[in-house]
């Protein structure tokens, strides 16, 4: 299993976040950790830019997107945009995207969200071959009309994960893709719904086993701390549940909210946490750390505890099987 942390602008002064994000990819790759992802927040930093960046200080680890939108932009100056990181990290980009939300979509950009998954196979028929060294990129289908040369070809082989939660996406992802990026599915969505579906579809196409991301706040505490921990991760986090895409999905699982899902406890706790997830079929944990505490000092103290834990168990889960 392969241990990654999430990194992103969270809140705070503009002029800051680039500097703490730095610091902490720095870290994570210092601590050995596998990859890190960059959520593509509707209302700050462009992800693809700051992994451009982070490359500059980094040497290893993997660094994706999770995810970015794809209605935001054409698929031709995404695929340029993905280029030049991939060249800028020489070769680390591992590409996420996904339709995304209705609220993001039609409510904040103004565009149409109909048929989201019709939409990303079209955006997928012109991204591939763009990504995968293609010269010209010709293609006709019912959202695009491309004809379009490229000057740009990958300097290492793109990694393209979508973001599916649904059936019809799920098979679109193990088809055209490799693998998918979760949010808000717990172990039993992820080896009931998630994992048959992509793994299947990819099968059917001929394609390697695919990637399982699955996105878990974790929180490492007292056993006397973890209900403090899960309505944290309420608070912080609990408005993803709004979305339709999520509410559905999780309807496939066991967990009622994102705290219900949040992997909090001493550092036992938490292994078998991530180990239950690996047993279900997930081959990546994108790591999202929840501190807890009264104030900023404390806030960072539980952070700063929580990612060096992960650190310490990162290679025994590395090492251990997927089911």
Known sequence: MRIGVMIGPERGD?????????????????????????????????????IALMGTRTSRIELGTAVVPLHAQHPITLARQALSAHAATA?????????????????????????????TRDCLDVLNPALHGARQVDIHNSTFTVH???DLTPVAPVSVMVSALAPTMLRLAGEQADGTILW????RAISEHIAPRITEAARDAGRRTPRIVAGLPVCLCRPSEVDEAKARTN?????????????????????DTIGDMCLAGDEEAIA??????????????????LPIGDDRDSLITSKHRTRQMIADIADELHGEPTS
Do not use: C
Request: proline share 5%; aromatic share 8%; charged share 25%.
């Open 235 to 255: 608070r912080i986090l609990g408005r993803d549940e709004n979305f339709p895409n999520y509410r559905r999905l999780l309807r496939h699982g066991n967990s």
């Open 91 to 119: 070769g680390r980009l591992t590409l996420g995207v996904g339709p995304s939300h209705h609220l993001i979509v039609h409510d904040m950009l103004g565009l149409s969200y109909d048929k989201p998954a019709a939409y």
């Open 272 to 289: 078998a946490g991530l180990r239950r997830y690996a047993d279900a079929g997930a081959t990546d944990i994108s790591v999202r750390l």
């Open 148 to 150: 379009h040369p490229l």
């Open 14 to 50: 503009t002029a800051r976040k680039v500097a703490r994000m730095l610091d902490d990819v720095e870290w994570a790759e210092s601590a050995g950790l596998d990859t890190a992802w960059i959520p593509q927040v509707p209302t700050d930093f462009d992800a693809l830019m700051t």
């Open 184 to 187: 808000m599915a717990d172990e």
